[in-house]
């Protein structure tokens, strides 16, 4: 009777904490976001409390994570935000397919990835826009030897390494 009468007693004294920890899985109800949290997410306002709770928790900390960012961050975002409205629903899917892709692959690869990104987004626009049109024109079999060919040319085996692009090379670019 007697451990009975203590495990009761342990219960109802736990019971409270046991309520706060299920409360603190929850996410927040409209009125509990803090005003900035509010001010960045009033495009859902009106349905918040409806949305389920884990797209209510993805939401809440996308917008713990703009208040973070500076304000090129910021810019950045919303550029990538307003390319990502433009895209149809195939190439959503498309660019979701590669970054799953992307996110499957070594840090050494992800890494060198990002490098070449960054080395062809210092190109002067009209560089890039020539190089993309000459990719898109290529055929899957020129576009391979294409990459052989820059490999070779910049770095060869350095180059699978991780070693960036040269950038004070970029006329070698594109197919001889």
């Given at each position: 009777m007697k451990l009975n009468r203590s495990l009761i007693l342990s219960l109802l004294l736990l019971w409270p904490v046991m309520l706060w920890?299920?409360?603190?899985?929850?996410?927040?109800?409209?009125?509990?976001?803090?005003?900035?949290?509010?001010?960045?997410?009033?495009?859902?306002?009106?349905?918040?409390?409806?949305?389920?709770?884990?797209?209510?928790?993805?939401?809440?900390?996308?917008?713990?994570?703009?208040?973070?960012?500076?304000?090129?961050?910021?810019?950045?975002?919303?550029?990538r935000f307003?390319?990502?409205?433009?895209?149809?629903?195939?190439?959503?899917?498309?660019?979701?397919?590669r970054y799953e892709r992307f996110r499957q692959l070594p840090p050494e690869q992800q890494e060198r990835l990002r490098q070449r990104h960054a080395w062809f987004n210092s190109l002067p626009p009209e560089k890039r826009a020539e190089l993309r049109e000459k990719w898109q024109k290529m055929t899957p079999e020129q576009r391979q030897e294409f990459k052989d060919n820059w490999r070779r040319e910049n770095g060869g085996p350095a180059f699978d390494r991780g070693i960036s692009p040269r950038p004070d090379r970029p006329q070698r670019m594109g197919p001889r």
């Open positions: 920890a299920a409360d603190s899985n929850t996410p927040a109800a409209w009125n509990q976001l803090s005003p900035e949290e509010q001010q960045i997410l009033k495009p859902f306002q009106e349905r918040w409390d409806s949305l389920p709770p884990e797209r209510r928790e993805h939401l809440q900390q996308g917008a713990k994570r703009w208040q973070t960012m500076t304000p090129e961050q910021r810019e950045q975002a919303r550029e307003s390319r990502w409205q433009k895209m149809t629903p195939e190439q959503r899917e498309q660019a979701r397919k």
